[in-house]
């Protein structure tokens, strides 16, 4: 059984500030990792995914993700958030044993303050 | 054109009576989901048809139906609805060769059960 942990419900910053949000997940096989935006009213949209090489994979409007074996983690980070980037963050891993599940952390509710 | 539409976007039913919602996408994908979500909660999958195969997950079996006439339209079915199916539906699609981990979601559909 695989899971999906985001530790933070609620992150609140300043436009221009950097942030990270927090994904940890519990797999033993082969994983795909990627993270989903949903802003107030919208459905969801693909932000970025890794399944392997180079750890460390960007995706749109300048965010990031890092994915570390040893820590069981992908975090996302952006270097300067702008107050259009207020939305819920899903993390999603997928074991490669059953590709057409993606299985949603509960969200971090980012917040940008101008 | 690479959005995913649903309809109608809010839904209201009585206890006891049957909902049906609509789900389109013209990218030609061969999987197309369907998720319910709750406040506060990850986006929990309900089943997902590959081409003509559906697939429902074990605890939502019998709560919820679907059919897919073609590769375009997918609907959900609820035959008796409760005050616990009040929730989000997000309908999601993907191409198998692409890996499931990129879906295209809907706006979702705000069903309320009173």
């Known amino acids: 059984t695989q899971t999906v942990s985001q530790s933070d419900a609620h992150v609140t910053v300043f436009e221009g500030d950097s942030v990270e949000l927090r994904c940890n997940y519990s797999?033993?096989?082969?994983?795909?990792l990627s993270w989903y935006i949903q802003h107030h009213g919208r459905g969801l949209q693909f932000l970025l995914k890794?399944?392997?090489?180079?750890?460390v994979v960007q995706g749109v409007n300048g965010f990031e993700a890092e994915f570390s074996k040893s820590d069981s983690s992908f975090h996302l980070r952006k270097a300067s958030v702008h107050w259009s980037d207020s939305a819920v963050y899903f993390c999603?891993?997928?074991?490669?044993?059953?590709?057409?599940?993606?299985?949603f952390g509960q969200g971090t509710s980012l917040s940008v303050v101008p | 054109d690479t959005t995913v539409k649903q309809n109608p976007r809010y839904k209201l039913a009585r206890v006891g009576k049957p909902v049906n919602l609509i789900c389109s996408q013209t990218?030609?994908?061969?999987?197309m989901y369907w998720y319910q979500k709750k406040p506060n909660q990850a986006p929990k999958l309900l089943l997902f048809y590959y081409d003509k195969i559906l697939n429902r997950e074990a605890d939502t079996f019998e709560k919820f139906q679907s059919s897919r006439p073609n590769n375009s339209f997918c609907s959900l079915y609820i035959g008796s609805a409760g005050l616990e199916y009040s929730a989000m539906y997000l309908c999601a699609s993907s191409r198998r060769g692409g890996g499931a981990y990129e879906q295209y979601f809907g706006p979702g559909t705000r069903l309320t059960v009173l």
């Open positions: 999603a891993p997928i074991a490669s044993s059953s590709f057409s599940k993606l299985v």
């Open positions: 797999y033993g096989g082969s994983i795909y």
């Open positions: 890794y399944y392997s090489g180079n750890p």
């Open positions: 990218m030609n994908h061969d999987t």
